[in-house]
């Protein structure tokens, strides 16, 4: 069997960008760690079509602008931020780094990055936050069990949590065949140590019954588990995962605070648009009303200046910043951000954005996405 290679403990020049840690980390993960990271949903073609969006949309440069006092800080849900890049929520981060979430909330710390913990981390969110010096925020899988998902809310609030984010797009897995293939399963040791104690659900199925409609989704959330969590906290609510134009006019109207464009990073269904593609229609809908969020495909700064200028307020990331993690821990995650912010900072002066706010439409070359 391939032994992986150690951790890097310091970053040779050869890592200049993004992707340039995809092998990295690669070598340092087994086959099982890398199908569940590496995964799109069926033949990928979302997965492909995020990143390939970006690549299809050009920017129109500006030259002799005046740049001084330039900067990326922003505003959202009342918190301040000092850039546009996230941290996505990635289920059970031990599986690529002994120390997990701990190591990523260190670097989000350091690189003054918001970052989004998952229900299904592998650290309790209590300890997760008590290691937070940037926003952090809690993103929400609804369990089966309402009782015990009204106090993983609670749990996150006292922790000091500064906003939920609740998925909509994954009440079930996806198929993900490169999953199955490689015969993913959690090693032992990493677990979703946050959904301890909570009741299982059993649904027996009588004759006749789908597997699909009447026992995966039996439980699955719906747009009630919304109305019930508006209800139940305080904290800004977002909803990740949104890609209808439709669902976005519905969370609105239930008093949703903020919208994440997303498709999963193409692991759930197959042959949804890139998220870039999406992102138009639904910033149509909300017409401003609340901040909008993508995730999906983002390597470069010059991406998150293509989703600024069509509508996005901010940016996530995913399975980059866990390459930069099974690469070289909570350095490899604060070098991924760093890059990525360097990167922006670069993209704006080029195309004459001193601030957030100068990132319009008119930075793009029209009809090309
Ligand atoms: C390994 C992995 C685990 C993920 N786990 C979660 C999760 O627990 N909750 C969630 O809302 N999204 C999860 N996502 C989706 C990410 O939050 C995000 O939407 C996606 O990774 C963005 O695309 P990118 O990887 O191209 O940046 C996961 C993604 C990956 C790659």
């Given at each position: 069997m391939r032994q992986p290679e150690p951790y890097l403990t310091t970053i040779p020049p050869v890592i200049a960008a993004l992707t340039d840690y995809e092998p990295y980390a690669r070598a340092r993960l087994d086959d099982n760690a890398w199908a569940y990271l590496h995964s799109g949903a069926a033949d990928e073609i979302t997965f492909r079509a995020n990143r390939e969006a970006f690549d299809r949309q050009c920017l129109q440069g500006r030259a002799l602008v005046d740049m001084r006092g330039g900067h990326t800080r922003l505003n959202l849900f009342g918190h301040a931020f000092e850039h546009p890049i996230l941290l996505a929520p990635v289920a059970y981060q031990s599986l690529f780094h002994p120390e997990g979430e701990l190591a990523t909330v260190r670097a989000a710390a350091a690189m003054d990055a918001g970052m989004v913990v998952s229900t299904l981390a592998s650290h309790p969110l209590e300890e997760i936050a008590s290691h937070a010096y940037a926003p952090l925020w809690f993103q929400l899988?609804?369990?089966?069990?309402r009782e015990f998902t009204l106090d993983l809310v609670l749990r996150a609030e006292q922790a000091g949590y500064q906003a939920l984010v609740v998925t909509v797009d994954a009440p079930l897995a996806g198929i993900r065949n490169r999953e199955q293939r490689a015969g993913f399963r959690l090693p032992a040791g990493v677990s979703a140590v946050n959904l301890q104690g909570m009741r299982q659900s059993q649904t027996q199925l009588v004759e006749g019954q789908s597997v699909v409609f009447d026992g995966l989704m039996a439980h699955a959330p719906t747009w009630r588990d919304i109305e019930m969590l508006r209800a139940a906290t305080q904290l800004p609510l977002i909803l990740k995962g949104i890609s209808s134009p439709l669902d976005a006019a519905l969370a609105l109207e239930l008093g949703v605070d903020g919208l994440i464009v997303s498709n999963h990073g193409g692991r759930t269904l197959d042959t949804l648009p890139s998220t870039l593609e999406l992102l138009p229609a639904i910033a149509a809908t909300t017409q401003g009303r609340v901040p909008l969020l993508l995730d999906g495909g983002i390597r470069r700064g010059t991406d998150i200046l293509k989703a600024i200028a069509l509508g996005a307020s901010a940016v996530l990331i995913g399975r980059p910043f866990i390459y930069g993690l099974a690469t070289a821990g909570a350095l490899g995650v604060a070098h991924v951000l760093r890059l990525l912010r360097d990167e922006l900072e670069v993209a704006m002066a080029l195309t004459g954005c001193r601030t957030l706010a100068d990132i319009t439409p008119a930075v793009l070359i029209a009809n090309n996405t």
């Open positions: 899988y609804v369990q089966p069990d």
